[in-house]
C-alpha cells in the first residue's frame, strides 16, 4: 500500500542521505544549509528517543510514531503529536497549521 504522503514534503531525508548520521545535529544543519528550511516550518518524524532528542535540540516539532524501536514508554519520549499508524500522519500534515501554534 502505497502512503501517498510524498506529495506533502519538498524533500525526505534518510540515515544515509548525509555524512553525520543521528543523533549528530549536524545531519539537520547539513540539511538547513542544503534546503534553507524554516525550522518553525520543520516536522521531525521517527520512533525513538534518539529522534525526539535531535528534534529537540534543534528547536523543531517532533512527531513520534508509536511501537518503534525503542524500549521506553511513549510517556518517557518527548513529542509533540503522537501517531500509531501512517493514516494519521497524513491527517496532521494536511492540519498543518496545528505546528504553527
Do not use: W
Amino acid at each position: 500500500m502505497k502512503l501517498k504522503i510524498l506529495n506533502f514534503f519538498d524533500f525526505v531525508a534518510g540515515s544515509d542521505t548525509f555524512k553525520y548520521k543521528k543523533p549528530n545535529i549536524l545531519h539537520l544543519k547539513y540539511l538547513n544549509k542544503s534546503c534553507n528550511f524554516k525550522k518553525k516550518e520543520t516536522i521531525f518524524i521517527g520512533d525513538t528517543e534518539v529522534d525526539s532528542r535531535v528534534a529537540e535540540n534543534y528547536n523543531i516539532k517532533f512527531v513520534l510514531i508509536k511501537n518503534g524501536y525503542t524500549i521506553l514508554k511513549t510517556k518517557e519520549i518527548n513529542y509533540n503529536f503522537c501517531i500509531s499508524n501512517y493514516d494519521e500522519l497524513r491527517t496532521i500534515l494536511e492540519e498543518k497549521s496545528k505546528f504553527y501554534q
